[in-house]
C-alpha cells in the first residue's frame, strides 16, 4: 500500500517522469490522498465509468480489468508514477456529483472490506472531486492525469 499518493497534470509522460524523485512540487496543480493503491484506484474509477454500479466489482473482475500504464515502474525505493487512461480522464471531466458521490461510496465500501482499520482517513469524495477538477483542467489544456506514488 502507498503511504503518499499524488494526483497531478503534467504536459506529457516525460514531464510527469521528471517528478520522479521527491513527486510533484509546488509547480503541479495536485490533489493528495495516503495509504491507497493508486493502481486498483484507478483501475476500479475506470471499471466504474464503462459499467456504472453501485456495487465494488468482485476482485477477480477488477483484477482482470485494464490496469492504468506505468510511466516510471517501481523500483527499490518504491516510488512509481502511472498515467491515468484518456478515457477516464475525459470521464472524470464529464462527471457529475452524483457520480462522483456514488463511486466515492463504492470504493470506500472495498477498501473498509479490504483494509479494516488500516483503511484511509482522507475524505474520499474529496479526493474523487479534486482529482475530478484536475481531470477538467487535463482535457481543457491538453495535458495528462497522472499519479506519483512512494
Same mark, same amino acid.
Given at each position: $500500500?502507498?503511504?503518499?499518493?499524488?494526483?497531478?497534470?503534467?504536459?506529457?509522460?516525460?514531464?510527469?517522469?521528471?517528478?520522479?524523485?521527491?513527486?510533484?512540487?509546488?509547480?503541479?496543480?495536485?490533489?493528495?490522498?495516503?495509504?491507497?493503491?493508486?493502481?486498483?484506484?484507478?483501475?476500479?474509477?475506470? $471499471?466504474?465509468?464503462?459499467?456504472?454500479?453501485?456495487?465494488?466489482?468482485?476482485?477477480?473482475?477488477?483484477?482482470?480489468?485494464?490496469?492504468?500504464?506505468?510511466?516510471?515502474?517501481?523500483?527499490?525505493?518504491?516510488?512509481?508514477?502511472?498515467?491515468?487512461?484518456?478515457?477516464?480522464?475525459?470521464?472524470?471531466?464529464?462527471?457529475?456529483?452524483?457520480?462522483?458521490?456514488?463511486?466515492?461510496?463504492?470504493?470506500?465500501?472495498?477498501?473498509?472490506?479490504?483494509?479494516?482499520?488500516? $483503511?484511509?482517513?482522507?475524505?474520499?469524495?474529496?479526493?474523487?472531486?479534486?482529482?475530478?477538477?484536475?481531470?477538467?483542467?487535463?482535457?481543457?489544456?491538453?495535458?495528462?492525469?497522472?499519479?506519483?506514488?512512494?
Amino acid at each position: $500500500m502507498a503511504h503518499d499518493i499524488v494526483f497531478f497534470l503534467a504536459l506529457d509522460d516525460e514531464a510527469a517522469a521528471a517528478t520522479y524523485r521527491g513527486g510533484p512540487g509546488p509547480d503541479f496543480e495536485s490533489v493528495t490522498c495516503r495509504f491507497i493503491e493508486p493502481d486498483s484506484a484507478i483501475a476500479e474509477w475506470d $471499471m466504474f465509468f464503462a459499467a456504472p454500479s453501485a456495487e465494488a466489482p468482485p476482485l477477480a473482475r477488477l483484477h482482470g480489468w485494464a490496469w492504468p500504464e506505468y510511466v516510471i515502474a517501481p523500483v527499490n525505493d518504491g516510488v512509481e508514477i502511472f498515467a491515468l487512461p484518456k478515457r477516464l480522464t475525459l470521464a472524470l471531466a464529464d462527471a457529475s456529483s452524483a457520480e462522483l458521490d456514488e463511486l466515492a461510496g463504492r470504493w470506500g465500501r472495498r477498501l473498509r472490506a479490504e483494509d479494516g482499520d488500516g $483503511m484511509t482517513d482522507d475524505d474520499l469524495p474529496a479526493v474523487l472531486r479534486g482529482v475530478a477538477r484536475l481531470a477538467v483542467s487535463a482535457v481543457s489544456a491538453g495535458g495528462g492525469l497522472y499519479s506519483w506514488s512512494f
